[in-house]
């Protein structure tokens, strides 16, 4: 190998090192031994263990119920939020791409709430619901915002989604908006001019050339909902009883709250990567094969 090519690699290398320690130790490290200690009945404190093969897995997708309702409760979280998430970010890009002199000014105030953070934002609104709203019901006579928005099963999850499309819709609509920007205006007045309306325009002409850009906020938004932790825990706490339980909140009160059963809550968490991973392939297959066919 030529010097000169030797010493750029030697280089590269020096430069990129120090990243990847880090990445090492606080990621790639922990995840590797995360893997290994889900087949043990280790319990995060005691130096001795057990190696019991797939018991863990079997244990939490035959005989944990709290576990298998957190899940689905995830599930029903993720789906919502992706559908509701980038519908509202890509109308509200939309509509502020369209104004001139307020432009400014809407996407700052739209982005406001993502600066906030999220535990910040559920407390905010813990306040919102169980005080605010109430006193607006009985000051106007509309029994509908009075109800018990975090104590009722049925009401508490459309809680934690409007907390969560609050605090993140704003990300998602920047991104939507440097993609709108993207979009030649040649195109848009071509459609124009061949009798096309607005919503047509933005369906045939738009939308296409903005696949990239809802690849991307699909996959932010299925990554960071199979995530969601402090919202729930700054709203309900998983309550009322476990009805608003996410996976992440059963894997931590199966490690540190109560059990301290670390092993089993490492195959927990070996089961949620396996789902988001398989979610995350499906999602981008389908999303890059609209990028090819636009």
Known sequence: MPFKIYKKYVMLLAFTAPALIFYAIFLLIPTISGMYYSFTDWNGLNPNYSFIGLGNFVES??????????????????????????ALALALAVLIESRTRTKGFFRTIFFMPNMISTIISAFMWTFVFSSVLPQIAEKTAIAFLGQSWLGDPKVSFFSIIIVSLWNGVGYMMIIYLAALQGVPQSLKEAAIIDGANAFQTLRSVTMPMITHAITICFFLTLNGAFK??????????????????????????????????????????????AIVLIFTLIQLRVMKKREVEA
Do not use: C, H
């Not at 298998?68 to 980038?86: A, G």
């Not at 009322?240 to 059990?259: C, D, H, K, L």
């Open 61 to 86: 997708l035959k005989e944990d119920p709290d576990f298998l309702n957190s899940l689905w409760f995830t599930l029903k979280y993720v789906l919502v939020m992706i559908v509701l998430q980038n």
């Open 228 to 273: 969601v932790y402090e919202v729930v825990y700054g709203l309900t706490g998983g309550g009322p009883g476990r009805s608003t339980q996410v996976i992440t909140m059963n894997i931590y009160e199966e490690a540190f709250s109560n059990n301290f059963r670390y092993g089993y809550a490492s195959a927990k968490s070996v089961i949620l990567f």
